[in-house]
């Protein structure tokens, strides 16, 4: 391990400048003007696989952004690795909270702020690197295949489609899928996670008079959008905590009490309260924290808007209220089924005054969980016990990445969640970072890894 | 009167020259960009008063916006009549849905398109007219003052304490206000409002973390301040339409059956629901439409916005969520009493795990209401009969204007509402308009009733 501690301590201020270059490319894939930026991301990670020794990387079209594929395969006996991961990043708002502009990297502390930086370009840049050094080397043990997209943060569209294709699967098969997308619970107590949480997503608009009305003229004879869409969102809840949807908990599987007390082991409230800055937790009834984010459903309202929202004053009965909700889902939701019955509830409460207008986003994912035992599990864990110094614990995580159960099922093969990022790195925030000691002691374990596995054939 | 007909059809392409004049001036008094607009709006007009024979005009200077001020005294021994207007206008936004540009007026079919035309720059126009017209021929019968104020959209601030100094209150003492702010049934129904509701307005805001989140990493565990809010503005209503802050109906004064009667009739509500393009009204339990806006209070929410707003979806559980909502007041309600029974009902309803900021805006006014037997009144009814050919009917209007009661108050006149819009003119909405021939009625209307009023001392 000396030799690849000695390389990247050789180039880590090259490492510096390629990653810099890439997170000034503002690859926000959920607005439509940064279409340019999108391609010019895949088209930066592209020259640097081939810088890599990836000779053979392209960017593949779909319906939507292009995925950036690439292989190297070493011998066809050995075991191959399909590296997944993405270069879109989420938007920036609100700006004013950032201490430096989001697309000017910026080093502070030892950590790298910009947007994207852990989420996912300096995970996926970790793999770029890793790959280098075992091509520099010469030392790489295992076949390997790259598969990053564009579309990660708005349900993965393009990618959804290439992988109903025989012909596709077939190129990308592979032994184990790894992803570096994901966080590790402190800098000592290393993590990986067992499962991810599932998303649906769902646009409303409540609609009253075709125009918006003087609040003085028309207020108390009219409905108010914003009172109905509140009054339409608040029944979401009950009392409890529980999302109201009738059904809504139908499918979720429950952990036993062994599972529960494991995963709720070693937390402090307190800690949480205090980092986030708030003088209580809040969610459903008789879960803890880690369990309402880990093995639980939820629901938020992501964005409302209507009427008038500038500085000062208008008073106006507005047309139009607009909300984005998004539901997190567990093992086994079913991403549409649960959508359908958001949106049955909300049209059957909607007043006969208003018209509402319900749409379902296409990408909807299930959620993910994979068993421990699997060879590319043991593998992640012994590369982190070399690396980080501990054995990494089991972990149930809140966010969710769209594609994994639909590779899982697709493919039929391993995923190792092997990420490196903390908890408080800000992602989907104002001033993500990413710890330069994170991308390090990532490359070391990423190549740990590909050496542990490819003995496991 | 045929003079007076003469002299506006001469004039009428000068009148509308110098109407578009103002109507270009962006004199918006919600947003602080505006300032120098605001000055420019008033200057022209102090122009044209001096134009209209008002030597004495001037600026006088407020906490807030500049108040235009002007007399012309003929007879110590005559009547005096204080014309009370605004020249500040209302934001222009949803920008989209004007068909032209709002400070660029256009004329369509006899009426002319501008924000502000109707409410109020257009009314105040009409006097600036019928003031030159008397000067021009030389037979105003009553001395004249005018305060015309650029705060009116925003609570009067600057006039409500002008109204707090005796020599102020010396200053524009007269017999009789008469203020052109409102609205008449219709071309061929003139009416003359003798009620107008009062206002408060409040802002909300909460807070849960102190960043914005990740959705799926916080989501279920952390308390969603959009949701919040939206559980607590749902619970400003029941299910009746009624407003469920406690107290809030105590003060208010209920009128007979006789007086719910008249003022019911002849109104379809089809017709009204055809014309918003809604299915059904909403409001008050037992309570007609007119009723809801004339003689009952109403809550509503001016405008919401939290978390993403923008295209495309962002996963966030965002920190912040705020709303403006404002109350309209009947008689006898105080604005204070209610935004604090308001404020106090939200944050009693607030969960710990947020913090709530309930702001009461400064500027709030009581109801106005007036009999219909005072001199000003059955001058303006006489006025309009003279002018439209049909009697005018009396009317509880919905809107408000801040000072009036306080006027009504400290000067201890009657006030007339002699206003010469429709209910149509899309006031404080996209497309506000004003027919010529109203502005054209409204100027006869206003000489008739100088001429009338001024005989009554």
Redesign the interface.
Known sequence: MNQIKQYINQHASRFEKELFAWLEIPSIS???IYKPHIKASAELLKKYLLQAGIASVKLLETEGNPLVYGEKIVDEKLPTILIYGHYDV??V??LA?WTNPPFSPTIRDGKIYARGVADDKGQVFAHVKALEIMHQLGNLPCNIKLLIEGEEE??SGGLQRFLDKKENLQLIQADCVVVSDTSIQAMDKPSIPIA??G?T?LTIKIQ?????????????????P??V???L?????NKEGQVAIPGFYDDVVALSTAERNAMNSGFSLEKYKEE?????????KDYT??E??GI???????????????????????AE????I?I?LVANQDPLKVAQACKAYLISKA?????IEVDI?QGGSKAFKTSTRTPGLKAARKAFKQVWGKDPVWMY????IPILSKMQDKMGVDVVLLGFGL?SD??????EHFGIKNLHLGIETIINFYQTFAKTK
Chains 1, 2 share one sequence.
């Open positions: 959920t607005l439509k989420q938007p708002d609100p909270l708005v349900g991810l949480r998303i997503a009253s008079a075709k125009k918006d009305l003087h609040s003085g003229v028309y207020g108390g004879a009219v409905a108010n914003i009172q869409l509140c009054t969102l608040a029944a979401l809840k986030l800055g708030i003088a209580d937790v809040d969610g459903e924290t880690l309402r984010v639980r459903p939820a629901l938020d309202i992501n964005g409302m808007w209507g009427g008038y929202i500038e500085e000062g004053v208008k008073t106006v009965l507005p209220a607009h909300a984005n998004s997190r007043p006969k005054s208003v018209r986003h995580e809140g966010g969710s908890d800000n992602i989907h925030s104002p001033n």
